[in-house]
């Protein structure tokens, strides 16, 4: 990468970081791009330069947070032998993604101008839950063929599993019936979500690797 692309990165994230807290603590609706510019330490023409639009900025902004924080996740677990400690650890991150103050933050304004802005939640759906059921596809495919686990349908199995890791305490964050989720009732949710995914899909060590499920 050249010194004008790093340049050039920098700031674009630079933008992002501004924005993120604009659209967080306003809104969408709320967030102008004269405040994102003013958070963010540039001039408007700047920001214009790098973002058309504040929709541009804001699917920017939602792609880049989900890739980061998915990256993260499945890179670090790709090659688990064990299936039931890889599924454990991928849960465990992906409580912790949903559970963090920004992504409460963000799913909350996402449902609340949905009806209004109804574009933040494809691009949302689209960064976010299915990029996240793609990695989990992914990585559950190749355990298949690996003859470690058994399903003739990897994303909706996937699907289910993105579910399970949400049991409890996600949707009490999310309305703020909880301040947060201890780490008992964490621990619980992997734990459940691991036995029960592997319950249906995981493979008997003395029956055929071909069985399917």
Same mark, same amino acid.
């Given at each position: 990468?050249?010194? +004008? $692309? %790093? +340049?050039?990165?920098?700031?674009? &994230?630079? /933008?992002v970081s501004g924005a993120e807290l604009v659209f967080t603590e306003c809104g ?7 405040? /994102?510019? =003013? &958070?963010?330490? *540039? ?5 214009? @330069?790098?973002? %058309? ?8 902004? #939602?792609? %880049?947070? =989900? ?9 670090? *677990?790709?090659?688990? %032998? ?5 599924? =454990?650890? /991928? ?11 920004? @992504? ?6 996402? *449902? ?10 494809? #691009? ?8 996240? /059921? ?9 355990? #298949? ?14 699907? &289910? ?8 305490? =996600?949707?009490?964050?999310?309305? &703020? ?7 008992? $009732?964490?621990?619980? #949710? *992997? ?17 055929? +690797?071909?069985?399917?499920?």
């Amino acid at each position: 990468m050249s010194e +004008h $692309e %790093d +340049h050039s990165a920098a700031k674009r &994230q630079q /933008i992002v970081s501004g924005a993120e807290l604009v659209f967080t603590e306003c809104g969408y609706e709320g967030a102008s791009m004269s405040r /994102i510019a =003013a &958070q963010a330490g *540039v001039s408007k023409g700047t920001l214009y @330069n790098y973002f %058309d639009g504040k929709s541009t900025l804001f699917a920017w902004f #939602v792609e %880049d947070k =989900a890739r980061r924080n998915l990256d993260s996740i499945f890179q670090t *677990v790709a090659e688990e %032998d064990d299936p039931a400690a890889a599924l =454990a650890a /991928i849960a465990l991150r992906m409580l912790e993604m949903t559970l963090s103050p920004d @992504n409460l933050a963000l799913y909350r304004m996402v *449902v609340s101008e949905a009806q209004t802005f109804p574009e933040l939640a494809t #691009v949302f759906w689209n960064s976010g839950p299915c990029r996240a /059921i793609a990695y989990m596809t992914d990585w559950i495919r190749r355990q #298949v063929a690996a003859g470690r686990l058994a399903t003739d349908n990897p994303s909706f199995a996937a699907e &289910q599993f993105l579910a399970l890791c949400q049991t409890r305490v =996600a949707m009490q964050c999310r309305l &703020q019936l909880i301040p947060k989720a201890s780490d008992a $009732e964490i621990e619980q #949710v *992997v734990g459940g979500a691991v036995r029960v995914f592997l319950a249906a899909y995981g493979v008997d060590p003395l029956a055929s +690797h071909g069985s399917s499920r």
